[in-house]
């Protein structure tokens, strides 16, 4: 029925302030207004329509997706827009554009690498968007090993320039976002090539298509590399393919606020390290870890709506049938993904405090916090996007067969999403930078080097190799000192488990490539403890309304539980708790699960998801799925005639073949 709210009773049931748990969700009074108003703005556009994307050819798509990226720019330059604004714009309208690596990538490598008079003549023109750029820095060859990649830039000191050349096939650019047909400009990483000295890999502004015309400059050939995963989805983006034929670009379009290349052909080192060159990645990786959060929690609001109005079973007397959502088995794949989506969501804006920080201190000549920057980001975006990817495909199959339609979002949702766990770092290369981090910080111990940060707690190793988890009743699990104690003796164990084995081995690169195994385990367990202390962080402070701070504690704890029942081999292997102490999580998480029922509408709503956003049958906010299902199937393109295309043609034949043979 049209109009009637089929969760009413769903929401009469929450235990909490929901309005109040919008503004925890959002960030702030301010961030939720802000975010609020323009996903309004958006939904109510119908220039930002967008369920026909699957129906859509690729050049339909991507034309689309043009028409839709001009029509956002001119709302965002009509209005005003602030930045926050329009990056929220961007956010609601929902689809994979240029424009993201523009804003993302092109701007903040500029941002971050180029000097002061880079920033002041490159910067206005991509502001006003009278450049677009894109970031190019994988190739054929080479994506996770950034220092293998072959493109090169070769000084020449006659002309003040720089040779940008592709010198084989493997060397072209390869996967950049928004190159393959509307860039006029890249960031491009080369290997910095002077008097025939190998300098590394550097990044050097490139125009590469006319401004007048579109077409690509000379001794530039570029174009998109294809189709990728999944109808619709990821493939508005122009993922492009490129390759120089000795462009001469002038000096001043190397980005050199880590390293210079002065008139005379002289390289001179910044006293910044040089992995700032690397910079764009952490920034872009913390963003993506927010933006887990964003895709889990979408799933995660039209898996548990859904799960509240499906019925299967359990009528009695012929009364009504049960809602899956109050199936135990339903409850445990469901709610540690909610729980998640709001570990994601506080781990997230810690990662962009700690990211506010380090840059912050490097513009002081603060180097000190860089590498544990660097280990967060790849930890965290590597673990947010890999559960987040498992995570939607797990509400795809709770919500059963209709999961699998279009319509419920939950498809192009995925393959949009899954792409995450390979871009900006495949999620396994980032989990080995964490393990040589933690490698060193153990390695460390000794020396009277204390650590700090996130990897505090191994500063209490001796404790932490010692400690017995002092469970005794299952009520105990919701103490988060001993969550806390549980997680860190784990982390530290694994970590100074691997550290010994280590030591077998008589060349330690050989040892760290033959553990890697065991490595990518332990930093998974170190940042695992990571996203639950910065939840048990957040429930320190101060939260306002009501029953919001305690529906946040059931959260916090079944993310920890679930986590520590999923890994429960850890726990055991490295003796932080005991078989009977684990089946009292269990027992606890149950409990836990009971607690969060009644508020799992209330706690999805808190999210502030329009439908238009969620772009969900399933997930509607009135939960009338089934009419809207109906509804949806009779406007698919296959539907438009009774009697198909083809009929004639290959059909028709075949009926008459066997009626023919059945008459022999
Ligand atoms: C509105 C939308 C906004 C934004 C976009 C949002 C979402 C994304 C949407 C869509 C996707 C779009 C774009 C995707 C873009 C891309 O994918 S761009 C390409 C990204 N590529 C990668 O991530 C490559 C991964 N590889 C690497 O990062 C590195 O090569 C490496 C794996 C780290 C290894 O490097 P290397 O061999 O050179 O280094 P090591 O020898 O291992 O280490 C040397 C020391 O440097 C330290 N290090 C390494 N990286 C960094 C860093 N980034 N920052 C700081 N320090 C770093 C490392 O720890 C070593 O330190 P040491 O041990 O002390 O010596
Ligand atoms: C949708 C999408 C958008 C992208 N956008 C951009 C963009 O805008 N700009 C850009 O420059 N790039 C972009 N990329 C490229 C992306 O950054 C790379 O694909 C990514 O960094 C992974 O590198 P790779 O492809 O070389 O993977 P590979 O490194 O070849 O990975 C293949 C396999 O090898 C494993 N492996 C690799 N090295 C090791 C190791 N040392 N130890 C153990 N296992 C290892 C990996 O775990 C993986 O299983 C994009 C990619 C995608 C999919």
Sequence with gaps: MEGVDHLASERSRAQFDVEEMKVVWAGSRHALEVSDRISRLVASDPAFRKDNRTSLSRKELFKNTLRKTAHAWKRITELRLSEEEASRLRFYVDEPAFTDLHWGMFIPAIKGQGTEEQLQKWLPLAYKMQIIGCYAQTELGHGSNVQGLETTATFDPQTDEFIIHSPTLTSSKWWPGGLGKVSTHAVIYARLIIDGKDYGVNGFIVQLRSMDDHLPLPGITVGDIGMKFGS????????????????????????????????????????????????????????IVADASCALSRAVCIATRYSAVRRQFGSQNGGVETQVIDYKTQQSRLFPLLASAYAFRFVGEWLKWLYTDVTQRLQANDFSTLPEAHACTAGLK???????????????KLCGGHGYLCSSGLPELFA?????????????????????FLMKTVSQLGSGKKPVGTTAYMGRVDQLMQCHCAVQRAE???????????FEARSARMSVAC??????????????????????????????????????????????????????????????????????????????????????ANDQLRSLYSQARPNAIALVDAFDYTDHFLGSVL????????????????KDPLNDSVVPDGYQEYIRPMLKQQLRNARL
């Design 416 to 436: 949009v999403y899954v792409p995450a766990c390979t871009y900006e770092g495949d999620n396994i290369v980032l989990l080995l930078q964490v393990a040589r």
């Design 382 to 396: 590597s673990l947010t996007t890999s559960a987040t990817a498992d995570g939607i495909e797990e509400c795809r």
């Design 499 to 584: 550290a010994q084995n280590l030591t077998n081995f008589a060349n330690p690169e050989e040892g760290f490539l033959e553990l890697s195994a065991d490595l990518t385990e332990a930093a998974v367990a170190h940042c695992q403890l990571i996203v639950v202390s910065k939840f048990i962080e957040k429930l320190k402070q101060d939260i306002p309304g009501k029953g919001v701070k305690e529906q946040l504690e059931i959260l916090c704890n079944i993310y920890a539980l679930f986590l520590l029942h999923k890994h429960l081999g850890d726990f055991l292997k490295t003796g932080c708790i005991s078989p009977k102490q684990a089946s009292l």
């Design 232 to 287: 619709g989805a990821y493939n508005t983006m122009d993922n492009g393919v490129l390759r120089f034929d000795h462009v001469r670009i002038p000096r001043d379009q190397m980005l050199m606020r880590v390293s210079q290349v002065t008139r005379e052909g002289k390289f001179v080192q910044s006293n910044v390290p040089r992995q700032l060159v690397y910079g764009t990645m952490v920034y872009v990786r913390q963003t």
């Design 476 to 486: 105990d699990w919701l103490k988060p000192s001993v969550i806390l104690e549980a």
């Design 619 to 634: 997930g509607r906010y009135d939960g009338n799925v089934y009419p809207k299902l109906y509804e949806e199937a009779w």
